[in-house]
């Protein structure tokens, strides 16, 4: 979500994962017919015309009031809607969730569904929708480092964030349960947006660059020697021009390059984003994606998010884990 015309952007969902859990037929879900994979809402298919309104616009209900006209003026059938972790978890376990439920009601009243967009340890790469309990404990909950100096966007490697990230999206999904688990008002969830390092290729803190300078994960070798075939191609020009290795630390796997640390990031923000929607799907399975700032041709990791779910390192997504169903392009070209 970055840079939408004056009060709306329009989201494209282009890229879905390829395996997509069994769930709940009552839920809302995805469901592959033939080579199609589509959106089944009670029972039948539904296509997504939405739109999606400004980051403060859901922040207060009163706000939403002059826009609900407006969006009958277009036919939408869905909104896509921010909701912040800062806002639903002002005090460390303890949830409020009469925004989003007045959300729902509103929502109801103009007969069009909604995705949430949660806004949580990143939104546009950056830590600014995470709570303040979250933003004072650096120690806790501890930062990206550049060029020497903590940044504010939270770190992948703080496992605390990362848990504290999960209870509070699964706080989310367990009350939507039980709200919305008849009616089907919210049909799917944004996990986090537009996450990435900005201003450098990677974290510099102390624990990113004790796991820089290990044994890349078995995992991750795994899955790029039984994709091997269908590999992207940069990713694949990437490994076999460092001899394919199947063990060996980040840069021996990958060299000494800037997309090494990109894949680096891609395979934490994957672990991490995966973690909470895998906690989110436990309470109430609605389908799961993330977007992606996407990169310009030749343009540098750091200059976009560099970790998030490019393109060119898709795959180390693919292979962080599944609980993601959909890796959607933020795609903000005037040509397209």
Do not use: C
């Not at 930062?143 to 509070?168: F, H, M, P, Q, Y």
């Not at 044994?215 to 790029?224: G, Q, S």
């Not at 994606?289 to 540098?300: F, I, K, S």
């Amino acid at each position: 979500m970055r840079k939408p015309s004056p009060w709306i952007a329009a989201e494209l969902f282009l890229a879905v994962a390829a395996s997509v859990a069994a769930q709940d037929t009552n839920t809302p879900h995805l469901e592959k017919q033939g080579t199609a994979m589509q959106l089944v809402v009670d029972g039948k298919p539904f296509l997504i015309l939405a739109g999606e309104i400004h980051n403060s616009s859901s922040s207060n209900l009163d706000y939403m009031k002059p826009i609900w006209p407006r969006l009958a003026e277009i036919p939408l059938n869905t909104v896509l809607t921010p909701i912040s972790w800062e806002l639903i978890e002002p005090s460390e376990g303890k949830y409020d969730f009469t925004l989003v439920d007045g959300l729902l009601q509103q929502a109801r009243q103009n007969k069009v569904h909604m995705v949430f967009l949660w806004l949580a340890s990143w939104k546009n790469g950056m830590s600014s929708y995470a709570p303040l309990w979250v933003k004072q404990d650096t120690r806790r909950f501890p930062r990206v480092v550049e060029d020497g100096n903590e940044v504010e966007i939270l770190s992948t490697l703080g496992t605390a964030t990362r848990d504290a990230d999960a209870k509070g999206f699964a706080a989310v999904m367990h009350h939507l349960r039980e709200v919305d688990g008849q009616e089907h008002t919210v049909l799917m969830m944004q996990v986090e947006n537009e996450v990435g390092v900005l201003g450098d290729t990677r974290d510099h803190s102390a624990a990113a660059n004790k796991a820089f300078g290990s044994a890349i994960p078995h995992e991750l070798t795994a899955y790029l020697e039984q994709h091997r075939s269908t590999l992207y191609p940069e990713l694949r020009e990437l490994w076999e021009g460092n001899g394919a290795k199947t063990a060996g630390t980040w840069t021996e796997v990958f060299g000494n390059t800037p997309g090494a640390d990109e894949i680096f990031m891609a395979w934490n923000y994957g672990r991490y984003v995966n973690h909470v929607a895998a906690a989110g799907k436990a309470e109430y399975p609605l389908p799961m994606y993330v977007n992606t700032w996407l990169a310009y041709e030749d343009a540098n990791p750091g200059t976009y998010p560099s970790g998030g779910p490019q393109p060119r390192v898709i795959d180390i997504w693919k292979a962080a884990g599944s609980a993601i169903d959909i890796y959607a392009p933020d795609i903000y070209q005037t040509n397209f």
